[in-house]
């Protein structure tokens, strides 16, 4: 029997849609397997970001090819250098960009003539990968932001809301699964309903997803600093399942790099953004993305990032350095900076966001903190709270329990110890 196994790479939005090729493969009559040895053929979903995740994708492909299997590479690389990887690695066998998606059926007809089928992706069929109780859930896709340092726009085109009646009926097939924990996504998560003119927004989208009582939680992730309005504020305030839990990318403070960036709003816009979330969502968790190194950026801009850093104490704080990347404005910018440079930056700002969090972190301790146990390690278990995603970029909440837990389960927890970015507690309440 024909067995296939997938790699998936990048983003949980790539997640999102190596789980539909998954459903459409198990359609086609292949089975599925976790073990990439064992499939004979070998389906591998790229991301194409920046230059880190492009080598990632490439080494993958170079470690998968001349094995005796079929090879069937996806996703963001391709379709954004589809030419470029068939004169290199001709080696694959098949290359799927993401607009052939909707003819995935007929494009593997080219290497497995047993397939009479003409159909595309299709989310009713998706098979999840990311535990029993826990959905990622798709809202749109594309970006129109155009900010100067990024490639999306090139590879996923100009942002498109899914319908707001599809993005529901696929809730609500989630939840028919069992799922408890709904993660909200796109690129752009703010910017749903902009295109449909008739004032659905995100507000709107989560008051519909707030009435299926199956989910206990539903998380936002991805916000767009400018288009987080009042009223999502005070929704997420007044509605427990919605996780106070605020994703900010804001990539900088200074206002001259944002505007270089083509970022809108300036640092003060973000300090009374942050002011006002702390101030009207008191138990709010604020994760934010940095980039270092952009072209013009000084070390006088770093130290007034950090700066703004412990004046916001942000939850949890991710920070990578700027990849120049080919057809962006900023790869032509003057004032380019050094690799070195950028390490040393990234490493200064690491640091101090290690004491910021440290310091959050204690300030858990007696706290009672509500959540699913998503996993059992060792003679412990882990809970997702309002404190943490499920994407492995904020830290742990280690459990103990003096009796056995079953996974999906909701209990609360009293936190009783911190450390730099994980929190420790004891069940309280099961």
């Known amino acids: 029997m024909k067995k296939a196994g997938i790699i998936s790479l990048g983003c949980p939005k790539n997640r999102v849609d190596s789980e539909n090729i998954l459903g459409i493969i198990k359609r086609l009559g292949y089975s599925l397997?976790?073990?990439?040895?064992?499939?004979?053929?070998?389906?591998?979903?790229?991301?194409?970001?920046?230059?880190?995740?492009?080598?990632?994708?490439?080494?993958t492909i170079l470690e998968n090819i001349n094995q005796d299997k079929k090879i069937i590479v996806t996703g963001c690389l391709v379709q954004r250098y589809l030419d470029d990887l068939k004169r290199e690695i001709p080696e694959v066998d098949l290359w799927i960009p993401i607009s052939d998606y909707p003819i995935f059926a007929k494009r593997m007809k080219e290497i497995d003539d047993s397939i009479t089928d003409k159909y595309?992706?299709?989310?009713?069929?998706?098979?999840?990968?990311?535990?029993?109780?826990?959905?990622y859930?798709?809202?749109?896709?594309?970006?129109?932001?155009?900010?100067?340092?990024?490639?999306?726009?090139?590879?996923?085109?100009?942002?498109?809301?899914?319908?707001?009646?599809?993005?529901?009926?696929?809730?609500?097939?989630?939840?028919?699964?069992?799922?408890?924990?709904?993660?909200?996504?796109?690129?752009?998560?703010?910017?749903?309903?902009?295109?449909?003119?008739?004032?659905?927004?995100?507000v709107t989208l989560l008051k519909e997803l707030l009435k299926i009582k199956?989910?206990?939680?539903?998380?936002?992730?991805?916000?767009?600093?400018?288009?987080?309005?009042?009223?999502?504020?005070?929704?997420?305030?007044?509605?427990?399942?919605?996780?106070?839990?605020?994703?900010?990318?804001?990539?900088?403070?200074?206002?001259?790099?944002?505007?270089?960036?083509?970022?809108?709003?300036?640092?003060?816009?973000?300090r009374v953004l942050f002011s006002k979330i702390r101030n009207r969502v008191p138990h709010s968790i604020i994760r934010t993305t940095i980039m270092v190194g952009f072209p013009g950026e000084t070390s006088?801009?770093?130290?007034?990032?950090?700066?703004?850093?412990?004046?916001?104490?942000?939850?949890?704080?991710?920070?990578?350095?700027?990849?120049?990347?080919?057809?962006?404005?900023?790869?032509?910018?003057?004032?380019?900076?050094?690799?070195?440079?950028?390490?040393?930056r990234k490493a200064r700002v690491m640091k101090a966001q290690q004491a910021i969090s440290y310091k959050n972190n204690k300030a858990h301790i007696g706290e009672i903190m509500e959540g699913m146990i998503f996993v059992k390690e060792h003679n412990h278990y882990l809970l997702r709270s309002y404190f943490n995603a499920p994407d492995n970029i904020d830290g742990k909440i280690i459990v103990n329990s003096s009796k056995p837990l079953e996974i999906g389960s909701i209990v609360k927890v009293k936190i009783t110890d911190a450390f730099v970015y994980d929190l420790m507690g004891e069940v309280v309440e099961y």
């Open 137 to 202: 859930l798709r809202i749109g896709e594309g970006c129109s932001n155009h900010c100067s340092y990024c490639a999306i726009p090139l590879i996923r085109g100009e942002y498109v809301s899914r319908t707001l009646d599809e993005t529901i009926e696929e809730a609500k097939s989630l939840a028919k699964l069992g799922i408890k924990e709904l993660v909200v996504l796109e690129q752009d998560t703010t910017k749903y309903g902009i295109d449909f003119r008739n004032g659905t927004n995100i």
């Open 300 to 344: 006088e801009d770093v130290d007034n990032l950090i700066e703004f850093m412990k004046e916001v104490r942000f939850d949890h704080l991710g920070v990578f350095t700027y990849s120049p990347e080919e057809d962006t404005p900023s790869i032509n910018y003057p004032h380019q900076v050094k690799d070195e440079e950028k390490e040393e």
């Open 214 to 270: 199956e989910f206990d939680y539903i998380r936002l992730l991805y916000l767009y600093p400018d288009e987080i309005s009042d009223e999502l504020i005070d929704l997420i305030a007044s509605e427990p399942r919605l996780t106070s839990y605020f994703d900010i990318p804001i990539q900088h403070s200074e206002t001259h790099i944002l505007k270089d960036m083509n970022r809108r709003g300036t640092k003060e816009d973000l």
């Open 33 to 59: 397997t976790n073990d990439i040895n064992e499939a004979n053929y070998v389906f591998i979903n790229t991301c194409g970001f920046i230059t880190d995740a492009k080598k990632e994708s490439i080494d």
């Open 120 to 135: 595309g992706i299709d989310y009713h069929y998706r098979i999840l990968s990311s535990g029993k109780y826990t959905a």
